[in-house]
Structures are given as C-alpha cells and as structure tokens.
C-alpha cells in the first residue's frame, strides 16, 4: 500500500558505477531508507478487530471489571479519582496492551522493532521528540487559552480530576511516572500499530490519523471538552510525526515530557 508520508517513494541518489565511491554512498543510502507499509499477512477484517482491540477501551473496560470485583473503585468518598485505583490500572493496562501490540505484530510476520522504532537513530529521534516538548506544550496552550476565549461553553470542567490528585509531592511523583510511562510508551505503542495497520489493511494511514486521533480526543473528555479538542490535535500532531519518521520514538518523548510538563504545572501553578 502506497506510504502517505513524504518518504513513500525514497529518493536515492545516483549509485555511481560498481566498486566506486559513488556506488558505495548510494547503498548507504539505500540501507538508510524507510520503506512504506508492506501489506503483511491478515485481512482487514482481522485489522478491525486488531486496531479495536489496541484503542484501550476493551482492555481498561476488562480491567476496571476485575478491579471492582476486587474492590477498587475508581472514585473515593470524596468524588475525586483515586490514585491507588489508577496506580493498578495504567501500569496493568500498559503492560497488556504493549503485550497485545508486540504479539499481533509478529503474528503478522513482522519484527517489532521495524514496525514501531524502524531504522533510524535512536539517539537522534529522542532529541527531535525532547525539542518538541516547548511546542508542543505552547501549542497546547494557545489552542486552550483559544477555545476558552472564542467558546467558553467548551470549558466545563472546572478543575483538571488528575490536578486534585496532586497532594504531596509523594503524588505529584507516582502521578508523574504513571503519566510518562502510559503516555510516551504505551500511548505511542497503540498509536504507530493502529497506523500501521490502517496504513496496511484499512484504507490508508491518513484515514488511521484522523479517526485514531478522535478516538484519542475521547478517551480525554473526562478532563472537559476543551481538553478533549485539544487531544485531539495533540494526536494528530504525534501521529503525524510517526508517519514522518516511520519511528515512535519522537512521539513518545515528546509526549512523556508534556505529560511531564503538566504534572510539574499542577505542583508549581495549581491548575
């Protein structure tokens, strides 16, 4: 299936003739290209129930069902979340749905690490996504302070629930490592598979973008509709730059540092 992102189609330089500098450049070139989607095994039947499966909301509805039955409810007394529900839960959901990723992913006769890290630099892609965090932190800002200017009716969550959370610096910790390991691993995971799947099977990756990133949007609207639309910009732009780079690596840096961010802007700011 054709790659929607500008490197579908590699541009490799000239090979230059066997033995020669040139020849050798244009091989180097080659290795270091990012090849589109392959088809893979499955149909798109199995995709649908694959990218289902991976959105969260099957596995979080499965597990808030064990939880109640053992007796942890996701509000206390007060009405406020509860920390001690969320610390199970988002470690417990990571953990099965990055399990549930890597093992459709080899069943499909892929490797993991080209579906989701692909060939570039490691080191290199944690520096794109560590300066993006600013933008995407000030991005975030001008899109609220926008939407609560020009549609206020969109702000009708007073208080962020995971700001009351935040009571000691004991929370703001457990409450930053939930956020940075559901955010920048298991988020991303969810996201470069469902569209590599859409990008294979569903009818391409910008349809995978658009609707994935509304999906995103939703699973926020507990924090307002306003942060909801927010989400979802903020999911177009990390899926936007995995099919860019064809590696989850930026986004999910990017995405830990402004889960991070925020976190940090409950302690130091209150809001």
Known sequence: MQDPTPEAVPVVPDQGLPGTAEAADGQAARARAIPAAGPGKGS??????????????????????????????PFGADGQLSMTYLAVLMPADMVLLVALVVWRIRAGGERVADVLVGRRSVARES??????????FGGVLIVMVALRTLWPALHNVDANPFEALVRSRLDALVLGLLVITTGGLKEEVQRAFVLHRFDQHLGGARVGLVLYSLVFGTGHIIQGYDVAIATTLLGVAWGSIFLWRRSMVA?????AGFNAAQVLQFVVLGS
Do not use: Y
Request: glycine fraction near 12%; proline fraction near 9%; avoid cysteine.
């Open 44 to 73: 798109p039947a199995t995709a649908v129930i694959e990218v289902v499966a991976a959105s969260g909301f099957p596995t979080q509805l499965a597990l808030g069902a064990l939880l109640l039955a053992a007796g942890l409810r």
């Open 127 to 136: 520096w794109l996504g560590a300066g993006l965090i600013p933008a995407v």
């Open 251 to 255: 986004p999910a840096v990017s995405h």
